[in-house]
């Protein structure tokens, strides 16, 4: 009988589970930052929660469920919208090392003790932190490394149509240049520009596919 109670309940929360999954994309399987995890670790404790409480209701727990996987989905909706908005929620990657020098109060900020960051640079093979040129703490608490010798990482400089702006800054570019930049390889406007990177001294822009197919019809 208890199971036949509950049946409705699982069924209820298993489909508002794979519709979430589905709108917010494999970033819940694999998070991009603090906030993804623990907004998946909320989802699943609303729904066991839920699901154990039986003086919860099919609706009650269906309510709980969507609320937060809206408020969810909304935050990153407005994250995809405007970068520096999802800076101030997500924050920054933070260097750690910087044309081989490791960065002191970064580690501080980071909250990651020397000797943890030893091991996680070993587990990549490196053997020694002169090996290492920069480094780069992620939001969801990977490592970027880029060891000695090796070319510097892409910085993306645009992003779903607009300036990644702490970028530029970081490049000591203008947006002037870049609006240049863009009209050079045939492009108007930035809006026009899914992403584009700037990778061994060239900007590689990357055009949304309408904008793409309308220039391959133009030259054609």
Known sequence: MYL??????FLVALIILLIYVKLSGKSQIAPMSQLDQVGSMVIGALVGGALLNSNVSVWQSAGL???WAGLLLLV????????????????EPIQLVKNGHL???NFIKANLPVRDFE????IQGICAFSELKQVW??????LTIIKKGDKDIAVLVIENGAISEDNLEQLHKSETWLKHEIQKQGYD???DIFCAEWFD???????????RKKSKAHKS
Request: net charge neutral; charged share 30%; hydrophobic share 40%.
């Open 4 to 9: 036949l109670e509950m049946a409705p309940k």
């Open 65 to 67: 469920v969507i609320i």
């Open 76 to 91: 990153r909706f407005i994250k995809s919208k405007n970068s520096r908005l999802r800076d101030a929620i997500d924050g």
């Open 103 to 105: 960065i002191s109060d």
């Open 119 to 122: 091991t996680l640079i070993n």
């Open 137 to 142: 703490y992620e939001l969801n608490g990977s």
């Open 189 to 191: 406007d930035i809006k």
């Open 201 to 211: 001294n060239k900007l590689l822009v990357y055009p949304y596919d309408d904008v």
